[in-house]
């Protein structure tokens, strides 16, 4: 085997140049920092001398990162990636969850931002439990749990075909004028074709025969991408427009949680694409499904539609005025989730409205929103009587160009709420201005005036590291001999981290 010069040399000198790694695992820190804490909650649960306390603290830390992000864990044999990038080797502290992934044949598994408490406990507790033998069985646990803001994709998960059946005469009509039309040598052939199939379409949506109807329109819309004739795909597109009404995309569209259920990917997708090309009916359609759907597999459907094709952003903006609360916080959800910087005015408003579900609504989508507009009216609701507003609004003053971390230091001294108290923590360490470092320092180091919870004590060291970096040795080395063994294991960890890092 060959060795590269640049590395024999530095296997001369007894070293290898490490600063890829290096600046690999500093733009993961705030990943790295999640799958750790997810790991070490995966490994409490796993095994015997746990206490309730260690568990409670590792939750809320969980918790917190998860405000912070949306995080995709990915699992190719061994090698584990987060939000696409692979985890160097250096990178330790996650082999609980990886062997856990890996044992549960867990290939993708997505954690949404502010997943709760309750949605991490059922998926570390469902990790936690011995491998399965059929990697599909995990994934419809988790399905089974109605966990809104936790995915997850088995390592066998295939595309299966439709069984074969014997194609009836009106399949057969369906598919003989679409190939009329994309055969067409001359613009006339296609225009006869595009006339029949809309004389069809009209028959099956009369007789709501939605598998028909989304034939046509799937069909046409992949032949308005694939041909070539642009006087052919102009007709193909007038064609879609002129199909485009409320009956015909309803009938469509509520295919999708079937599709999804059998397992059959591509042809998803490509329904939900057809129904995205028309337009405003489309939009309106999906919406209409999500909100008669009965179930919650079916809501996730189709909000998870929505948001992948982004559609139906002014209607979703109307719908923040309507008087009934449910219809307005899921709107507020949806354009939050598609990050619609158009929205953040009529967000801003709804963080008055009396009822708490559509504020907290309202304070995540702006979260994520994350305009000057958004973060102003967030500053705000520091005071809120809703924990999860305050947590908000702290997120906020960290993504400021804030020069003082005054109104975060004195809303920390009021709160009393502890999961506020974390996500302030480390809006401090975001923030990283002087007064904001001083502030972790203190709540970093043991006190027997003001008893600290760890899980807050490692929160403010965490925030610490991450706003100081190498600055923060000194600090770190001090807590190596600290009292709290979780406070000394989590010291020696970021020491290492950081030194590697630098």
């Given amino acids: 085997m060959l060795t590269p010069p640049g590395v024999a040399g530095s296997l001369r000198r007894g070293r290898l140049n490490f600063g890829g790694a290096a600046s690999i695992l500093d733009r993961m820190e705030p990943q790295l920092a999640f799958a750790r804490t997810l790991s070490r909650l995966v490994g409490l649960l796993r095994h015997s001398g746990s206490t309730i306390e260690e568990v409670k603290d590792t939750l809320r830390l969980a918790v917190t990162h998860s405000r912070e992000r949306t995080i995709a864990f990915r699992l190719d044999e061994w090698k ?48 936690a439990e011995e491998a399965v033998i059929d990697p599909q069985e995990f994934a419809q646990r988790i399905a089974a749990q109605k966990l809104w803001n936790v995915d997850v994709t088995a390592a066998a998960a295939s595309d299966p075909s439709p069984e074969p059946t014997a194609p009836s005469p009106d399949h057969l009509k369906v598919e003989h004028h679409l190939a009329r039309v994309r055969q067409a040598s001359v613009p006339l052939d296609a225009t006869h074709a595009l006339a029949e199939l809309v004389e069809l379409t009209d028959q099956h949506m009369e007789a709501g025969h939605a598998e028909a109807v989304a034939e046509v329109l799937v069909g046409l819309w992949r032949i308005e991408r694939e041909v070539s004739d642009e006087t052919i795909k102009a007709a193909c597109a007038k064609t879609i427009e002129r199909l485009s009404r409320p009956h015909l995309t309803r009938l ?58 982004r559609t139906g952003i002014p209607m979703l903006i109307d719908a923040l005025g309507h008087p009934q609360w449910y219809v307005v916080r ?46 102003i009216a967030l500053q705000r609701m520091l005071q809120d009587r809703s924990p999860q507003v305050r947590l908000h609004a702290a997120g906020a003053f960290a993504a400021s160009p804030a020069k003082t971390a005054t109104p975060l230091a004195t809303a920390l001294e009021a709160e009393s709420d502890t999961d506020v108290q974390l996500g302030i923590i480390y809006a401090l360490g975001r923030l990283g201005t002087p007064d904001a470092v001083q502030k972790l320092v203190r709540a970093v180091m043991p006190s027997n005036l003001r008893p600290r919870p760890v899980s807050f004590r490692i929160a403010a060291l965490e925030a610490l590291t991450a706003a100081r970096g190498n600055s923060a040795m000194p600090t770190l080395r001090t807590l190596l001999t600290d009292a709290e063994p979780a406070v000394r294991d989590a010291a020696k960890r970021l020491i290492a981290t950081t030194a590697l890092a630098s």
């Fill in 252 to 309: 469509v569209a509520q295919l999708l949680p079937g599709l999804l259920s059998a397992g059959r990917q591509k042809e998803y997708a490509e329904h939900r694409d057809a129904v995205g090309r028309c337009g405003n009916p489309g939009a309106a359609a999906l919406l209409a499904h999500l909100m008669a759907a009965d179930s919650f597999e079916e809501r996730r459907v189709f909000y998870n539609a929505i948001v992948e094709l």
């Fill in 80 to 127: 584990l990636a987060l939000d696409g990038d692979v985890v160097p080797a250096s990178a330790t502290g996650m082999e609980e969850l990886t062997e856990q992934l890996k044992a549960h044949g867990v290939r993708e598994l997505t954690i949404r931002q502010f997943a709760s408490a309750s949605e991490l406990i059922k998926l570390v507790r469902l990790l």
């Fill in 330 to 375: 899921n709107a507020a959800s949806l354009l939050g989730e598609m990050r619609e910087p158009q929205a953040d005015g009529p967000l801003a408003r709804l963080l008055e409205h009396r009822d708490e579900r559509v504020r907290e609504a309202a304070a995540a989508a702006l979260s994520r929103i994350d305009t000057p507009i958004a973060r």
